[in-house]
């Protein structure tokens, strides 16, 4: 079929070979040739057929050898033509001028633009190819994505970019695959449509207005069938009616629907299109106002409110100042009569007192009531404290500060929230201004403390100190309290505990340093014991159990100190020496015994940690006692009496019972092996040695 296509199309008849007649049979050839154009390939074979047939007609005139042949079709050139860089140029002169694309360097944008910098150094210009006479390409070389799955070549699909095909052909160079794109464009044939009958443009018709008026007048009436039924409410009954009837009358119905005067009713929609959009403009500024008006009442409301409350503050304000006046008043009376030095502060001021803590509780710092009490508490206590004898009457003042307080502001004082629960005090990074009340005891009633602590106060007698710090210590503010505590009484302290001597000091450390404990505290005097601790243990260096002394001054601290510091003290200094005692001087003798030594030691019974006395007491006694009793049970049997054995027994636990280490383990354990030594001997046994 391919070769009879063939012939039709160039023209010719197969019949002068065929003897007269065409022959459709289906030869290799057709198979080929239907094969290679189902996959794309049919121009290209016809392409190389054509090659191949101008190869046959040269190999015809050249014969097989290679005399004629080869020259029929090599074209030699030689160097000198080929490289002439004027044919070249006259060449590139000759191809069409390509344009850059419009991306053409626009990536430069974005970097340094080396690369087109360097060819501009090298003669190039913008929209000229590459090379010496400008007969490279123009654009960069672009890419084309190749379908996904898809094999090289497959039916015929070409990698080449359109500005390829296009720089190509520019240079004269045209390939393959673009000749068959050629051959297919001109083999394809151009479907005619000379036969068809276009279809004409409707030509546009205009009415007019006075037509339209006219079909609408001269309109016949529809069919009784197809009427439309029509509820007339625009007289004074609702009434049923249809078109035609709308049509003959008058009614407001049939003028509104009617088409007549479009020019009026176009007016009256703009009319009514601009009185829309003005209501609409006054609904907007209503609710603005309105919005307005409502933040102006607020406004109005919170001015009014804070007039009420500043004028409830001025009357205040009033009402304070005439309690000022009474005051200043008072006091002047009192100062000019001398009942400063009968009088105290709550018989003076007391009733004014009353009435600020009663009327003003939540405002006495805002109002500065303090301020007021301090001005007429200050005299009186400074006259007053010019005759104080601190150390005979610690107490005094302390009654009337407790009982107005809450007058006396303090930097220290709890802030209280709206239920009355106190909560934390804000940091801040200034430092806060003393208050009245601070200012007034630090420079009157602490300058007299201190001199009688520094003057008159004996170390060994701390009770009137210590009663004057635990009275006044929740009236105080605190840094005048820690004023007194770390400049004042821990320094005078400190000095008396390195004087003291454990060996000659006839009163005992504990009797003038336990009271300060409950003002003090522990922590506060942890270093003051660890330097007590220091000089008993120099002491107890040559000190021997038999001597009490020791357990009566350590006795005191076993609840200041702490377990730890007690347990180490003990098994340091006085282990070791309850050790030696048990060691070497006592002895377990059934027809003498002697207990002091173990007396001396179990002296120790209260101090010393019960896992160390229990081990204590199994080196040292449990191992003596058993071997006393295996030589006393492995003698001959004439010469042993069981019933002093077993008296003997009982009467050592008798005497554990009587310290009530009789429930503990490792003493019961001990006996326990004592007893049955005591009943393997009775029964005969031998005696195993513990």
């Keep these: 079929m391919g070769r009879r296509k063939g012939y039709v199309d160039d023209g010719d008849d197969s019949s002068d070979e065929e003897g007269g007649r065409i022959r459709f049979d289906i030869t290799d050839q057709d198979l080929e040739e239907e094969a290679e154009g189902f996959y794309g390939q049919r121009h290209k074979r016809k392409r190389f057929a054509d090659d191949s047939d101008e190869d046959e007609e040269m190999g015809t005139r050249g014969g097989l050898g290679m005399g004629a042949s080869i020259s029929a079709f090599t074209n030699f050139t030689t160097a000198s033509a080929s490289a002439e860089p004027s044919k070249r140029a006259e060449e590139a002169k000759k191809r069409p001028a390509a344009q850059p694309s419009a991306d053409f360097a626009k990536f430069s944008q974005h970097t340094t633009g080396f690369g087109q910098r360097m060819l501009e150094k090298m003669g190039w210009k913008s ?123 008058d009614s407001p119905t049939w003028l509104a629907t009617t088409t007549r005067l479009p ?75 001398g009942a400063y030095d009968q009088a105290n502060i709550t018989a003076l001021f007391g009733h004014v007192f009353e009435q600020m803590e009663t009327n003003y509780a939540n405002e006495i710092a805002a109002l500065g009531l303090d301020q007021l009490v301090v001005a007429v508490w200050a005299p009186i206590m400074k006259f007053k404290t010019a005759h104080w004898d601190v150390l005979a009457d610690p107490t005094w003042g302390a009654a009337d500060v407790k009982k107005w307080r809450r007058l006396l502001v303090s930097n220290d004082d709890e802030i209280l929230d709206e239920t009355g629960f106190p909560v934390p005090r804000p940091r801040t990074a200034e430092t806060p201004t003393a208050t009245p009340y601070e200012t007034m005891m630090n420079t009157v009633w602490l300058v007299r403390v201190r001199s009688a602590i520094n003057n008159q106060w004996d170390i060994r007698d701390p009770d009137p100190l210590v009663q004057l710090l635990e009275t006044w210590k929740p009236l105080l503010p605190r840094f005048i309290f820690e004023n007194i505590v770390n400049q004042l009484v821990l320094p005078k302290i400190t000095r008396a505990v390195g004087d003291w001597d454990p060996r000659n000091d006839p009163e005992m450390v504990h009797v003038w340093i336990h009271p300060w404990l409950p003002v003090l505290e522990a922590w506060r005097l942890g270093d003051l014991f660890t330097t007590i601790r220091h000089k008993l243990a120099v002491v107890l260096r040559v000190w021997h159990p038999s001597d009490e002394s020791a357990l009566h001054i350590i006795t005191p601290w076993k609840d200041v100190w702490t377990a730890q510091q007690m347990e180490t003290f003990l098994v340091k200094s006085i282990l070791p020496k309850l050790t030696r005692v048990l060691r070497d001087e006592f002895m377990v003798n059934p027809r003498d015994q002697q207990l002091d030594p173990l007396i001396w030691c179990m002296a120790w019974k209260d101090l010393v940690p019960e896992p160390v006395l229990s081990q204590l007491i199994e080196n040292e006694f449990f191992r003596k006692w058993l071997d006393v009793l295996y030589k006393w049970l492995t003698l001959s049997r004439d010469r042993v009496n069981y019933d002093e054995v077993r008296e003997w027994y009982m009467w050592w636990r008798q005497v554990f019972e009587s310290y009530g280490l009789d429930d503990n383990k490792t003493v019961s354990g001990c006996f326990r092996k004592g007893l049955d030594m005591m009943a393997a001997a009775a029964n005969g046994q031998p005696v195993a040695r513990s």
């Design 127 to 249: 929209g000229q190819g590459l090379g010496e006479a400008g007969a490279g390409i123009v654009n960069p070389i672009e890419t084309k994505l190749r379908p996904a799955r898809m094999g090289m070549g497959f039916r015929g699909f070409s990698e080449k970019t359109d500005e390829q095909k296009r720089e190509a052909r520019r240079q004269g160079h045209v390939d393959d695959e673009e000749e068959d794109e050629d051959v297919e464009m001109q083999e394809a044939p151009v479907k005619r449509e000379a036969w068809k009958r276009k279809a004409r443009k409707p030509k546009e018709r205009f009415r007019t207005a006075a037509a339209i008026l006219a079909e609408t007048t001269n309109e016949k009436p529809q069919p009784a069938s197809s009427q439309q039924k029509v509820i007339d409410m625009t007289g004074p009954t609702v009434r049923e009616v249809t078109l035609a009837e709308l049509q003959k009358s």
């Design 263 to 337: 020019e009026l009713r176009h007016n009256l929609r703009l009319i009514v299109d601009l009185a829309k959009g003005d209501l609409e403009n006054l609904s907007r500024d209503k609710q603005s106002n309105a919005l307005r008006a409502r933040s102006v009442e607020d406004e109005c409301n919170a001015i009014r409110t804070r007039m009420k409350s500043e004028r409830e503050r001025q009357e205040k304000v009033h009402r304070v100042k005439d309690m000022a006046i009474e005051l200043k008043k008072i006091s002047k009376d009192a100062l000019a009569t």
